[in-house]
T-cell receptor
């Protein structure tokens, strides 16, 4: 079975500071991992995905994530955040039928 | 390219009433998904369609929820009768249909059951 754990429900960070949002997964099949962002009153937008290949994945808006098989993690990072990065971030794992299993989300608040 | 469209965006009903949500996927996308997102939680898959056939509805509460995708394009999700715990955002997503395809999400319908 697939599942995702996002340990941090809220992460406040000052503008231009670095940020890391943590995600740990459990999967009994091949691992496909995703990070989505959700702005208020909007649907989810894909930030980046890991399907295979390089363990360091670069996405949109300057975000990147590293797949670590030994630690079963897929943490999201950005070296310098902007006010516009304030949003809810969801980590997800996909099963063989293309169904996504989401974590409970991390609310990132960027403080001016 | 137009995105996934959903309507209505907001709906408020009394418990035991019925409600229906509509989704129009991206043109050409064979696979359509409905998710339920309760406040403070991540989205949970309710049902997946491949064209007009159901692929997975194991998480759909079939005693009160139903969904259809006639002609393999638009889809409707219905709740009858609604309960207080059905208050959530209902998200529709679509993908081309391959096992490695990205899902594109609509803006969602926020349902409040009073």
């Amino acid at each position: 079975a697939q599942s995702v754990t996002q340990l941090d429900s809220q992460v406040p960070v000052f503008e231009e500071a670095p940020v890391e949002l943590r995600c740990n997964y459990s999967s009994s099949v091949s691992v496909y991992l995703f990070w989505y962002v959700q702005y208020p009153n909007q649907g989810l937008q894909l930030l980046l995905k890991y399907l295979s290949g390089s363990t360091l994945v670069k996405g949109i808006n300057g975000f990147e994530a590293e797949f670590n098989k030994s630690q079963t993690s897929f943490h999201l990072r950005k070296p310098s955040v902007h006010i516009s990065d304030t949003a809810e971030y969801f980590c997800a794992v996909r099963d063989g039928a293309n169904n996504l299993f989401f974590g409970t989300g991390t609310r990132l608040t960027v403080i001016p | 390219e137009a995105g996934v469209a959903q309507s209505p965006r907001y709906k408020i009903i009394e418990k035991r009433q019925s409600v229906a949500f509509w989704c129009n996927p991206i043109s050409g996308h064979a696979t359509l998904y409905w998710y339920q997102q309760i406040l403070g939680q991540g989205p949970k898959l309710l049902i997946q369609f491949q064209n007009n056939g159901v692929v997975d509805d194991s998480q759909l509460p079939k005693d009160r929820f139903s969904a259809e995708r006639l002609k393999g394009v638009d889809s409707t999700l219905k709740i009858q009768p609604a309960k207080l715990e059905d208050s959530a955002v209902y998200l529709c997503a679509s993908s081309l249909g391959g096992t490695r395809d990205e899902q594109f999400f609509g803006p969602g319908t926020r349902l409040t059951v009073l």
